[in-house]
């Protein structure tokens, strides 16, 4: 069989065995690359057994990773951080010093075709002496590669055939959907949830998944392999926590690994700073992107193993692309085909330099990148050769990630941001003293005009009666257009959003409420002001309540003060965000200079009349 060039010489081990075998794919790689990476459920599939691991910290950074093996044959091993080029090949070796075998390196290899790709699966074992040698081969020959061939076989059928694959077999998924305990979970789940699409979908997740990713199931990732509205499934979980089917975790991230390095089933359980071993880091949580949310199927509906079957896998890292050894004074050159984004090459071995890469077709054509260069660097799309090259007199590891790994992921940014998580989980709050950054949020203030003048003109019952429905009109829709309220202050309204552009469309919606509420009345009885600012802020708990504090939320209240009434005044730093132009098209924006109480100097506001 031909090698492939990429794959480099080095991992050829001398005294080998080596088992080859071609699996046939007749979909595009870009379709599979996420199934056939997944060693941690490939290992499981094919039936190698649970590994126990250990980090150690390295002198040189990053750590160094030892893995056991129980059972007869008990093993113990170095494992070298997994290699790969995504969409092209992987490669992982693993050094023993306990057992029966001495090196293992195994590598799958892409090679395309027309209509899909080849996958090579290429296996080198060294054995710890020659008697076991007949032993492995029998092993490896009529047990462990016949089920690499039935797991790769099933992968691809699957894809030919437009299916959603399950890493159970057809068989026991069929058995599973026939139990008395997934059809309660049918009746359970319609109890509060009347999408069939997302009752069914749900179910069938929760009885064939693997343990590990109901140990941390995403709803982004899921609602896009089932075909359903984000939100809708993250509503559903909420609710189905609320009625015990699952328990929610706020899991915090490595900033580098993306690895769950710490994690509590309450807000007030986040520690202030965390340390990732894989990393060899410390570092401390973050709303925006450090702060994961996920959830966990409870275990009186299905118990689960935490076991681990392969630690170093791509898809536990999806949002790194590449990941090379660079033995000490070496170069190596892989070649990727980037598309539009951010990328960034870095290094844990070399903390001082990192490349930030901004990939776009309007940028100039280049086709050769060097690493380690500090900087920042715009490219044009397309195949790229990369250069990596080690000054260092010891191995380092080179990461490429693309910067869009927050795509599948639910910060606690954005749940904390939705109307219907306030509703349901009011009592989630920081413990006392605790203030966690969020880097970019969107604090909104309203207000009524003249509200003691309506109090004194139309009588306390009435008035309370319409304030109340202006009330139900600001947080009806905050849940609808992706935000939620803090708290009301006498008349106002503090909420919160994750960006602009939902804050205006926000804006806009309750302005045409507000005015419908008037015309039912034939007279204009509430005028609203909305005033807004975007910025960082402080999460932390005030009064038992989840809230915020900071410059951006003093600015956020006094841009409102600058409102007339039935008007919108914005922020500089709101204007400019990138969308709310298009937006505001059609809109009569006035730029106004004016000076905020508690602020020096003048501002640069926008008023928006609708």
Known sequence: MEKNSFLPKTQLLPN???????????????????LISHTENINRAVGLSEVQYREEPSLNGGSVLFGRVGGPLESEYREHPFEWVEYQYLSVLREYSKGPLKKVLFAIEVRKKPGGFDLDLILQIVPASLFVKPAIWYEMQFNTLPNFKKVYERIAESKREGEIFHWEEKKLRSLNKNSDLFKRLIIGFSEFEKNKSIIEGVADFVFHAPDRELLKIKPIKLSRELGIDSKELLVFFLKGTRKGFFNLNWDILCPYCRGVKSSSHSLSGLKDRVHCPSCNIDYGPDFDKSVEVSFVIHPNIRELSEGMYCIGSPMNSPHIRAQQRIPPGEERSIEMNLKDGFYKIYSLNLPEVSLQIEVDESFPRRKEIYFPTEGNLQICRGKHHIYLKNPKEYEILVRIERADWLKDVVT???????QEFRDLFSSEVLRPGQEISIQNLCILFTDLKGSTEFYNSKGDAFAFRLVGQHFDILIKNASLHGGAIVKTIGDAVMAVFLNPLSALNYSFQVLRDIKELNNNLDEKLIEIKIGMHTG???????????????????RAARIEGQCNGSDIVISKETYEFPGVNSILEGKEVEKINSSLKGFSGTEILYRILP
């Open 412 to 418: 606690a940014n954005m749940l904390t941001t939705m």
């Open 536 to 554: 960082p802020v402080l999460a932390v708990n005030l009064n038992d309540r989840l809230d915020y504090f900071g410059t951006t939320v003093n």
């Open 16 to 34: 080998a065995m080596i088992l080859m075998r071609s699996y046939s794919f007749h979909s595009p790689v870009e379709e599979c690359w996420d």
